[in-house]
Structure formats: structure tokens, C-alpha cells
Nanobody, 121 residues
Framework: QVHLAESGGGLVQAGGSLRLSCVAS????????LGWYLQAPGQQRELVAA???????NYGDSVKGRFTLSRDNAKKTIDLLMNSMKPDDTAVYYC???????????????WGQGTQVTVSS
């Protein structure tokens, strides 16, 4: 089983910064996609940033230039540095990977439990 553990959420004032961290554990053979999504109340889950299988990094339009995605393969971590935060960034943030678990044939999507980020005006 693949497990994702998130940390770093909390309350921040507009213009401030937060860093989210996600640690992956379990019998992971391969990973093709990894990143972060957010879900605001009453809204669908949407992409914040992700490393894709072709080596590129995709950012949601609302966070381009403000958020930076990074990874440490040795530590199996995915970090999201959020700068110049806005009240509209308020949401639950979810870590996501598309991974092939050892002994399995198909890639599956795995999600963390979510971490609340609140930006006050």
C-alpha cells in the first residue's frame, strides 16, 4: 500500500508564505505523476502544481509565479512553497501521486488526507 502524509498547513496572512510537505511511504516501484491539488468549499478539486511523466512541471493558472513545487527523490518528499498568498488560496490541499505499487501491473492514483490552508485578509 502507498501512504502519503502531508504537513505544513495552517493560518497565514495575505502576502505571507507557507510550505507544504508530503512524504510518501510504502512499496512504490515507480511514480509518473506527483504534485498537489486544492479543494475549496463547494468546489471541485483542482490542480495546484505537478511533476508530470514527461519531465515537465505544470502549475495552475492562479498560482503561477507565486508557488514552487520541488521534490527529493531520496527522501520521497514533494514540497510546495507558497508565496504572496491570497485569501482565494484558502482550501484543503491534497498531495497526489500516480504510482505503480510493487507486485502490481497498473498505476493507481493515491491521495493524502488533506491539510487545511487558510489565508486571512
Amino acid at each position: 500500500q502507498v501512504h502519503l502524509a502531508e504537513s505544513g498547513g495552517g493560518l497565514v496572512q495575505a502576502g505571507g508564505s507557507l510550505r507544504l510537505s508530503c512524504v510518501a511511504s510504502g512499496s512504490i516501484f515507480s511514480v509518473t505523476v506527483l504534485g498537489w491539488y486544492l479543494q475549496a468549499p463547494g468546489q471541485q478539486r483542482e490542480l495546484v502544481a505537478a511533476f508530470t511523466g514527461d519531465g515537465s512541471t505544470n502549475y495552475g493558472d492562479s498560482v503561477k509565479g507565486r508557488f514552487t513545487l520541488s521534490r527529493d527523490n531520496a527522501k520521497k518528499t514533494i514540497d510546495l512553497l507558497m508565496n504572496s498568498m491570497k485569501p482565494d488560496d484558502t482550501a484543503v490541499y491534497y498531495c497526489h501521486v500516480r504510482a505503480l505499487e510493487s507486485g502490481k501491473r497498473l498505476y493507481s492514483d493515491y491521495w493524502g488526507q488533506g491539510t487545511q490552508v487558510t489565508v486571512s485578509s
